[in-house]
């Protein structure tokens, strides 16, 4: 296709969120704005700790940027939260660009993100660029950004953090602990390791315990699933059915999420979630250490995350699309495996929440809630990518390349 209809269909897409800015969200809207009436009221560092949210503190630095934007620009702080996130969508679009310079792969991350972003108001879309940043410094070797960007991005939201033991293996690039010599060390730690401290020093001088206590808030909470279509999605639903009087039954024969911290129930899926991404974690270890094997077995990691732990919410597979499409990038046969995780992204926030925020006009039960079928979906798509990379991982040599 030619170029200038690529910038067609993405200026279309662009007119497509602008015209969703009025858009009301998902109930984490309300949320978004009591977190920035308290930062109104009691400043950055108080209020942080006053909204004692799970989301690190780079996150309410940002809504705090959006309260002032406001007060200068005399718009209300709603409006100034949607066009905080489109225009984090518009910067996540330009980064990815200037890496991949392929205008096609800007609509499709757009057309990818823009339900979650400008329509739903999820605040995702602020650690974006500063990922694709971090990923484009890693494959360039260029250390100390990689580490820097992706500290932040780390510190606006956690869940990048579950790339972090494929990237230290990428990093170490070493098959054994015999491999690592005191002069590779020291020089990780200097080029990576000390801009992390630094971030993280900088950011507890600053919020002090606060930024300990929300990574632990956000690694206790007590949903069994948050409207995220897996495993656990299917145990709320067999806990309605069995346990009524414990967790309540079906609501007009829907599955509401339910909070547990029973041992007997969450200990199934915690335990096949750590089966999983350990194995996808030693795949890696056991392949050539390629940044398309760094994509590769990150998605497939944060997959068995999203099909198998507990607390999981319906925004959360946003990252693995993000991951995905960089991997369609690197390697043009994984189109497919990118399509099909940008489907299960957004359809796991449009069957709960509809094109805008507020749901569908009518009921998903047809004789069975619909999100039961899809989450049965979910969990097959999850062992067809991951039993098909094992075969592809066993016709490839063993050795690990240097990065």
Same mark, same amino acid.
């Given at each position: 296709m030619d170029k200038k209809y690529h910038i067609i269909i993405f200026l279309l897409l662009l007119l497509i969120a602008t015209s969703l800015l009025n858009s009301p969200g998902v109930t984490d809207v309300n949320v978004w704005m009591r977190w920035m009436d308290s930062l109104e009221k009691n400043g950055l560092v108080k209020g942080y700790? !006053?909204?004692?949210? #799970?989301? /690190? /503190? @780079?996150?309410? =630095?940002?809504?705090? @940027?959006? #309260?002032? $934007? *406001?007060?200068?620009?005399?718009?209300?702080?709603?409006? =100034?939260?949607?066009?905080?996130?489109?225009?984090? @969508?518009?910067?996540? $679009?330009? !980064?990815?660009?200037?890496?991949?310079?392929? #205008? =096609?792969?800007? *609509?499709?991350?757009l057309g990818s993100l823009v339900l979650n972003s400008v329509a739903h108001a999820y605040l995702d879309i602020y650690y974006a660029p500063f990922l694709i940043y971090s990923l484009w410094a890693l494959k360039e070797r260029k250390d100390t950004l990689f580490a820097l960007s992706y500290t932040i991005a780390c510190l606006i939201k956690w869940q990048p953090l579950i790339m972090a033991p494929f990237i230290m293996l990428y990093i170490l690039d070493a098959r054994s602990f015999s491999e690592l010599t005191g002069r590779r060390i020291v020089k990780i730690m200097a080029s990576i390791g000390l801009p992390v401290l630094l971030l993280v020093s900088i950011c507890l001088l600053v919020f002090n315990v606060e930024l300990i206590r929300s990574f632990l808030r956000g690694a206790s909470h007590t949903y069994l699933s948050g409207k995220a279509l897996n495993a656990s999605w299917l145990l709320t639903y067999f806990l309605h059915l069995y346990a009524p009087d414990k967790f309540g039954g079906l609501v007009d024969g829907l599955v509401m999420p339910v909070k547990t911290t029973e041992i007997p129930i969450i200990i199934g899926p915690k335990l096949a979630f750590v089966f999983f991404y350990g194995w996808s974690f030693v795949l890696f270890f056991k392949s050539q250490n390629t940044f398309k094997n760094l994509l590769i077995y990150s998605v497939i990691g944060y997959l068995a995350y999203f099909t198998f732990n507990t607390s999981v919410h319906e925004n959360h597979l946003f990252m693995a699309a993000v991951m995905a499409l960089l991997l369609f990038f690197v390697d043009?046969?994984?189109?497919?495996?990118?399509? !099909?995780? =940008?489907?299960?992204?957004? #359809?796991?926030?449009?069957?709960?929440?509809? /094109?805008?925020?507020?749901?569908? /006009?009518?009921?998903?039960?047809?004789?069975v809630d619909i999100t039961i079928l899809f989450s049965l979906l979910y969990i097959i798509i999850f062992f067809v990518v991951f039993f098909q990379q094992l075969n592809v991982h066993r016709l490839q040599p063993a050795n690990r390349e240097g990065r």
């Open positions: 700790e !006053v909204n004692r949210t #799970v989301y /690190p /503190p @780079l996150s309410n =630095a940002l809504l705090f @940027l959006v #309260v002032q $934007c *406001s007060r200068f620009f005399h718009v209300s702080l709603f409006i =100034a939260l949607k066009l905080s996130i489109f225009f984090f @969508l518009l910067l996540t $679009c330009v !980064v990815f660009y200037l890496w991949t310079r392929r #205008v =096609a792969l800007c *609509s499709l991350l043009s046969s994984q189109l497919s495996l990118f399509l !099909v995780i =940008a489907l299960m992204f957004n #359809v796991n926030e449009y069957i709960f929440y509809g /094109p805008y925020g507020k749901g569908m /006009p009518f009921s998903r039960w047809i004789g």
